[in-house]
């Protein structure tokens, strides 16, 4: 499933971090830096300019419906 793909590769990374979120819209202040906004486009990830923290959009599945 797309979530176990995603998690795996999060788990291999030895950057400044990932976050999975599941908005487009994020926000970041870990570290010593100001309160900063993302919008997340067609690449899925966006890394802040600050503490290089990198948020991985993943959509989700509604609940209630199965994947056919």
């Known amino acids: 499933n797309r979530l176990d793909e ?3 590769k999060i788990a291999k990374d030895d950057g400044g ?5 599941h908005t ?8 010593d830096h100001p309160l900063v906004y993302y919008v997340i486009g067609k690449s899925n990830e ?3 300019g ?3 923290k990198t948020f991985v959009y993943v959509k989700t ?4 419906v199965e994947k056919i």
């Open 6 to 8: 995603v998690d795996d």
């Open 17 to 21: 971090g990932k976050e999975i979120v």
């Open 24 to 31: 487009r819209e994020v926000s970041c202040s870990d570290g």
């Open 46 to 48: 966006v890394t802040c």
């Open 50 to 52: 600050y503490c290089n």
């Open 61 to 64: 599945q509604p609940k209630g």
